[in-house]
Every structure is written in C-alpha cells, then in structure tokens.
C-alpha cells in the first residue's frame, strides 16, 4: 500500500503491493516491488530499485544508482551514498537461485559511502563506511571501516564527527556525546 502523503515521481514506477510510507519520496526511474516495504519520510534518488523482500525502516536516504535485492534490511535513518552495491548470494550461477538469499543489516543510524560493495553482513549503529570499500566482515557500532577489504580505521559518534580517545578509555565529541571504550575494540555511548 503506497501512502497518499508519498510522493511519487510520474516517472517512478511502484508496483502494486509495495509498501510505501507517508511522507516518502521516490524519485524518476526508481523501481519498487511488489513486497518491498518501505517506511515513512524516506527520500529514495533516481536509478533506485528496490526488490521484493526488501525491508526499508523510517527517514533512510537511498541515494542514485542503489539497488536492494532481497534480504536487504535499512533500519531507520540509515543513509547510502551512490552506487553502493549490495550483494545477497556469495555464489551466484545465472539461473541458480539459492533457497533463501543471505541477509545484509543496516542497523539504526549507520552511514555507506559511494561506490562501496557490501556482502551480506552487519553494519552497526552510527557505523560509517568510506567511500569505494569492500565490506566483507561485520562492522561493529560507532565504528569507522575503510578499504578493500574494509578494515577499522577508527570511531565516530552519531554526528558522523572522528573520536580521538583520551587515555585510551574515553572521548567526548564536539557535539556534547561520550564514549568509553568497553571490552574488546568496540566502545558504547555514556548516557547522562
């Protein structure tokens, strides 16, 4: 069901029994499918398509030239910068299909930079992908990841700002927010 407060560009194109939600915005050329779902005030750029089984959260931007196939999920207010490529079978044959296609995360907040390639894997809260990377492995929280194959180059908060630590156990951002560093090369957000 398409919300009457989506828009949709003359020229997109939005089979019936897609989910589109309110306030959503689908520019020229963008296909979506019958069974993808898409959430409220999204904005998805032109040369966009989105397959049936696809999962689409709320306030995500799909910039040009992105396609997400099935097992794709983009919780909310992810953002994917041009030409990101989503994979959801490691071994394709042309006219083999698997039984159930691999799953790709996009948890809450999580940023991909342009011409990235990402297999099926998790990318964490507020994580931040550098443009032209190869993703192969799952990329934890606040984390920064760059390179082929991508590879932690640092934190940033959920501004999207570079975290310098403290004494190796804290930094605080421009912004106001906190992190510690917890066990293991992962760190978490202090709450006041």
């Not at 904005?43 to 696809?54: I, L, R």
Request: include cysteine; proline fraction near 5%; aromatic fraction near 10%.
């Amino acid at each position: 069901m398409v919300s009457p407060q989506a828009f949709l560009h003359p020229q997109a194109l939005v089979d019936s029994g897609a989910t589109v939600g309110a306030r959503t915005r689908v520019w020229a050329f963008a296909h979506v499918c019958d069974g993808a779902v898409i959430g409220e005030d999204c904005n998805f750029c032109d040369h966009t398509f989105v397959e049936k089984g696809a999962l689409v959260g709320n306030r995500v931007t799909v910039k040009c030239g992105v396609y997400l196939w099935d097992g794709v999920v983009l919780e909310d207010d992810v953002f994917v910068g041009p030409c990101v490529a989503f994979t959801n079978d490691l071994r394709p044959r042309s006219r083999r299909y698997p039984d159930q296609f691999l799953k790709t995360y996009l948890q809450p907040g999580c940023s991909v930079g342009a011409n990235s390639t990402l297999l099926p894997v998790t990318i964490g809260c507020w994580a931040m992908v550098a443009a032209g990377s190869v993703v192969t492995r799952d990329v934890p929280d606040y984390a920064l990841v760059r390179g082929n194959p991508a590879r932690l180059a640092g934190w940033v908060c959920r501004c999207g700002e570079k975290l310098k630590f403290q004494d190796h156990a804290k930094a605080t951002c421009r912004c106001g927010r906190s992190f510690q560093k917890t066990s293991g090369s992962a760190i978490g957000e202090i709450f006041l």
